[in-house]
C-alpha cells in the first residue's frame, strides 16, 4: 500500500511576497512628510486673523478676476489635512499593491505649494501675482526642459550624455553671436542647434566611433566648451560688444484667444517661438519614441543593442545620428540663456543647468512627457521635495 505525504499550504501572504515583492512605502512617506511641514511649519507662522491675498487676473487680458483674499491659517490647515488625506489613501493603495495614480500626486504639489505661498504672503499688504509668479517658473523651467528632452534621446540610444552643460553654454553664445552679428533674433535662433549639433558630433564620434567611456567625454567637452566660449568673449565679444554681443531678444507672440485665458493664457500662450518649440519637441518626441518605427528602433539600440544588430538595425550609425540631433535640441534651449531672455552672453551663463536637466530627466524615468512638474519646482525651493 502507498502513503502519500500531505504538505502544509504555504500562507498567501509568503506567497505574495515573493511574487509581488516588497510594497514601496515610498509615495505615501513623502506625502506624509509635505503634509507635515505644511501643518508644522507654515502653519505656525500666520495668526489667526492674518490675511493673504492673490492677484489672479493680469492686465494684458480682457478677462478681470478681482483679487481673492483668503485666511492664511485655516487655508494652510485645510491645504496640510488634505495633504494628510492623500498620504492615508496613498498608504491604502500601497498596501493593497495598487498604483498610485499622478493625481493624487499633483494634489498635494498644488496644496504644498498654494500652502507656501500663504504662508510667505500672511499678513502683507502687498498681493501675490500669481500670473506673474508662474510665467518666471516656466521661463526657468526652459533651457532645463530642453536639456532633459536631449538627455532622453542619447540615453534611449545607449549613450549617456554628460555634455548636456557644454550643449546649452555653446548654443547660448552662437545665438549671442549670430543674432548679434546679423542683428536678426532668428538667425541665432538657427545657429544655437546647429553649434549644439557640433558638439554633439564629437560627443559621438568619441563615444561610439572609439568606444571612450561616455562619462569622461562629457566632462571634458564640456571643459571644452567653457573655455572656449570663456576665451572668445573675453577676446572677440570683449573687443566689439557693439557687433557680436548686442542684445536681440525674441519678439512675443500672442496666441489669439487662448492668450486671453485668466491665469493660463498670459502664462502659457504670450511666450516667444523658443517656448513653443519646447511644446512641440515634448509633443512630438513622446509620439515618437514610443508610437513610431524610430522610436521602437531607438529603443532597441539603447535597451539590448546585440538583438537589435541581429535584425538589421546599425547600431552604431543610429546612436550617432540621434546623440547628434539630441545635442541641436540641448543647444537650442541653450538659446534661452540670450536671445530668449533679451541678454547678451556672459561668462559661463549656463551656470550647471545641464547638470540639473540631466537630474531632471533621470527623475523623469527617461520619458519626454514627465518634464511637466519642473515649473512646479522651479516656483520655489520649497517645492522641490514635493515634486
Same mark, same amino acid.
Given at each position: 500500500?502507498?502513503?502519500?505525504?500531505?504538505?502544509?499550504?504555504?500562507?498567501?501572504?509568503?506567497?505574495?511576497?515573493?511574487?509581488?515583492?516588497?510594497?514601496?512605502?515610498?509615495?505615501?512617506?513623502?506625502?506624509?512628510?509635505?503634509?507635515?511641514?505644511?501643518?508644522?511649519?507654515?502653519?505656525?507662522?500666520?495668526?489667526?486673523?492674518?490675511?493673504?491675498?492673490?492677484?489672479?487676473?493680469?492686465?494684458?487680458?480682457?478677462?478681470?478676476?478681482?483679487?481673492?483674499?483668503?485666511?492664511?491659517?485655516?487655508?494652510?490647515?485645510?491645504?496640510?489635512?488634505?495633504?494628510?488625506?492623500?498620504?492615508?489613501?496613498?498608504?491604502?493603495?500601497?498596501?493593497?499593491?495598487?498604483?498610485?495614480? !499622478?493625481?493624487?500626486?499633483? #494634489?498635494? %504639489?498644488?496644496?504644498?505649494?498654494?500652502? +507656501?505661498?500663504?504662508? *510667505?504672503? @500672511?499678513? =502683507?499688504?502687498?498681493?501675490?501675482?500669481?500670473?506673474?509668479?508662474?510665467?518666471?517658473?516656466?521661463?526657468?523651467?526652459?533651457?532645463?526642459?530642453?536639456?532633459?528632452?536631449?538627455?532622453?534621446?542619447?540615453?534611449?540610444?545607449? !549613450?549617456?550624455?554628460?555634455? #548636456?552643460? %557644454?550643449?546649452?553654454?555653446?548654443?547660448? +553664445?552662437?545665438?549671442? *553671436?549670430? @543674432?548679434? =552679428?546679423?542683428?536678426?533674433?532668428?538667425?541665432?535662433?538657427?545657429?544655437?542647434?546647429?553649434?549644439?549639433?557640433?558638439?554633439?558630433?564629437?560627443?559621438?564620434?568619441?563615444?561610439?566611433?572609439?568606444?571612450?567611456?561616455?562619462?569622461?567625454?562629457?566632462?571634458?567637452?564640456?571643459?571644452?566648451?567653457?573655455?572656449?566660449?570663456?576665451?572668445?568673449?573675453?577676446?572677440?565679444?570683449?573687443?566689439?560688444?557693439?557687433?557680436?554681443?548686442?542684445?536681440?531678444?525674441?519678439?512675443?507672440?500672442?496666441?489669439?484667444?487662448?492668450?486671453?485665458?485668466?491665469?493660463?493664457?498670459?502664462?502659457?500662450?504670450?511666450?516667444?517661438?523658443?517656448?513653443?518649440?519646447?511644446?512641440?519637441?515634448?509633443?512630438?518626441?513622446?509620439?515618437?519614441?514610443?508610437?513610431?518605427?524610430?522610436?521602437?528602433?531607438?529603443?532597441?539600440?539603447?535597451?539590448?543593442?546585440?538583438?537589435?544588430?541581429?535584425?538589421?538595425?546599425?547600431?552604431?550609425?543610429?546612436?550617432?545620428?540621434?546623440?547628434?540631433?539630441?545635442?541641436?535640441?540641448?543647444?537650442?534651449?541653450?538659446?534661452?540663456?540670450?536671445?530668449?531672455?533679451?541678454?547678451?552672453?556672459?561668462?559661463?551663463?549656463?551656470?550647471?543647468?545641464?547638470?540639473?536637466?540631466?537630474?531632471?530627466?533621470?527623475?523623469?524615468?527617461?520619458?519626454?512627457?514627465?518634464?511637466?512638474?519642473?515649473?512646479?519646482?522651479?516656483?520655489?525651493?520649497?517645492?522641490?521635495?514635493?515634486?
Amino acid at each position: 500500500m502507498s502513503t502519500s505525504t500531505v504538505t502544509e499550504p504555504v500562507p498567501d501572504t509568503e506567497v505574495d511576497e515573493a511574487v509581488v515583492g516588497k510594497i514601496n512605502y515610498r509615495a505615501p512617506i513623502v506625502n506624509a512628510l509635505a503634509a507635515l511641514i505644511t501643518l508644522l511649519v507654515f502653519g505656525m507662522g500666520p495668526t489667526a486673523d492674518a490675511d493673504t491675498a492673490f492677484q489672479v487676473s493680469s492686465g494684458s487680458t480682457m478677462f478681470s478676476i478681482p483679487n481673492i483674499s483668503l485666511p492664511s491659517l485655516i487655508t494652510i490647515l485645510v491645504l496640510g489635512f488634505v495633504q494628510l488625506g492623500a498620504a492615508a489613501y496613498a498608504l491604502m493603495l500601497v498596501r493593497a499593491r495598487r498604483t498610485v495614480p !499622478v493625481w493624487l500626486h499633483i #494634489i498635494v %504639489g498644488l496644496a504644498f505649494v498654494i500652502s +507656501f505661498l500663504v504662508y *510667505a504672503g @500672511a499678513g =502683507r499688504s502687498s498681493v501675490i501675482p500669481v500670473t506673474t509668479l508662474l510665467a518666471g517658473a516656466l521661463a526657468l523651467s526652459v533651457p532645463l526642459i530642453f536639456g532633459a528632452m536631449s538627455g532622453v534621446v542619447c540615453e534611449r540610444s545607449g !549613450v549617456i550624455n554628460i555634455a #548636456i552643460e %557644454g550643449q546649452l553654454l555653446i548654443g547660448a +553664445f552662437a545665438a549671442a *553671436a549670430i @543674432a548679434s =552679428r546679423f542683428a536678426s533674433s532668428y538667425a541665432g535662433l538657427v545657429a544655437a542647434p546647429i553649434a549644439g549639433a557640433m558638439v554633439g558630433a564629437l560627443l559621438a564620434w568619441f563615444a561610439v566611433r572609439f568606444q571612450v567611456n561616455q562619462i569622461i567625454v562629457g566632462v571634458v567637452l564640456n571643459t571644452l566648451v567653457i573655455g572656449l566660449t570663456g576665451f572668445l568673449f573675453s577676446t572677440v565679444m570683449s573687443d566689439d560688444a557693439a557687433l557680436w554681443n548686442a542684445r536681440q531678444p525674441l519678439s512675443t507672440i500672442k496666441i489669439p484667444l487662448l492668450s486671453e485665458i485668466p491665469i493660463i493664457g498670459p502664462v502659457l500662450f504670450q511666450q516667444t517661438i523658443l517656448v513653443y518649440l519646447m511644446y512641440v519637441i515634448v509633443i512630438v518626441l513622446q509620439f515618437m519614441l514610443f508610437r513610431s518605427r524610430w522610436g521602437l528602433r531607438t529603443r532597441a539600440v539603447g535597451e539590448y543593442p546585440k538583438a537589435a544588430d541581429t535584425v538589421g538595425i546599425k547600431v552604431n550609425t543610429r546612436r550617432v545620428w540621434n546623440v547628434i540631433m539630441a545635442g541641436a535640441i540641448a543647444g537650442l534651449g541653450g538659446a534661452f540663456f540670450s536671445i530668449g531672455s533679451g541678454l547678451a552672453f556672459g561668462r559661463e551663463m549656463s551656470a550647471g543647468q545641464g547638470y540639473i536637466a540631466l537630474a531632471a530627466m533621470i527623475l523623469g524615468k527617461w520619458n519626454p512627457s514627465w518634464p511637466w512638474w519642473l515649473p512646479c519646482c522651479s516656483a520655489s525651493p520649497a517645492t522641490w521635495a514635493t515634486c
